[in-house]
Each structure stands twice: as structure tokens, then as C-alpha cells.
């Protein structure tokens, strides 16, 4: 009978490490008052000036200079680039933007995205956004 009460107290330490632990779970979601959020931007920025500016026969060095760096250059499709723009401001929604640019022969032939040129001449495919085998390509 007195090994019953030994196994009972060491078993409270162990219950009550369980139950801090449970209780620490949730810190990430909880929002203090007063505490400050930077936003957190992630990518290339795009801008709708910098669509407008894409003409078709444009070469890849040409883009790089008005849109930057691509963010994602698939090594097995080098004809196609992706420019990815990602923020979120402190505690808030994160918002994503995109533009797939295209290429045949060192050429941009078309681009695809979240941005729609303001110029009736850009190549841009609006057709392309909706169609899942455009993204896997």
C-alpha cells in the first residue's frame, strides 16, 4: 500500500510539465497590445509601370533591366520566368502578386499574371491565368 502514494507523487511533476507545455501551444497566435509588427515584404516588386513597359521581342536582358532578377528560374523551362511580390504588413493579411514572363528564341513573346497592361500592344495572355497546365509548364 505505500507504493501506491510514491507513485502518485512522482507522477505530479510529470502532470504538471504536460499541462505548462499544453498551455504554451498557443503563444504564437496571441496578439499583445502594444507590441509592434514589421511587415515582412518577400520577392521582386512589381509595379504596373513596369508591366507597361513590356513589348513583345524584348530580349531577356532588356526584361532583367526593367523588371529585375527573376525571383524563380526553372532550370528544366529557361524560357519562362516567374516574378513573385509577397507582403505582409505587421499582423495583418498576407497579399501575393505575380507575373510569368515568357520567352521563345531569347524573345518575350507573352507574359501572364496578376497585372493587366494598360497598353493595347503588351503581350500579355489573359487566358493563361486561369489555365492550371500554364503553371506547371
Avoid at 507522477?11 to 515582412?40: E, H, R
Avoid at 520567352?103 to 500592344?121: A, C, K, N, S, Y
Avoid at 500579355?124 to 509548364?137: F, L, R
Wanted: hydrophobic fraction near 35%.
Amino acid at each position: 500500500m505505500t507504493l501506491r502514494p510514491i507513485k502518485t507523487i512522482r507522477s505530479i511533476p510529470l502532470l504538471l510539465l504536460l499541462l505548462s507545455l499544453a498551455g504554451c501551444g498557443n503563444i504564437g497566435n496571441m496578439d499583445f497590445p502594444g507590441v509592434y509588427k514589421i511587415g515582412l515584404p518577400q520577392g521582386n516588386i512589381i509595379t504596373q509601370d513596369m508591366v507597361d513597359q513590356l513589348r513583345p521581342g524584348m530580349t531577356k536582358r532588356q526584361v532583367i533591366f526593367v523588371m529585375g532578377t527573376p525571383l524563380v528560374r526553372d532550370p528544366f523551362h529557361q524560357d519562362r520566368w516567374d516574378y513573385i511580390y509577397s507582403y505582409q504588413p505587421g499582423g495583418g493579411e498576407r497579399g501575393q502578386e505575380r507575373v510569368s514572363v515568357f520567352f521563345t528564341d531569347d524573345q518575350l513573346v507573352r507574359f501572364t499574371g496578376d497585372f493587366v497592361p494598360t497598353d493595347e500592344d503588351a503581350p500579355y495572355d489573359a487566358g493563361a491565368d486561369n489555365d492550371s497546365s500554364a503553371n506547371n509548364s
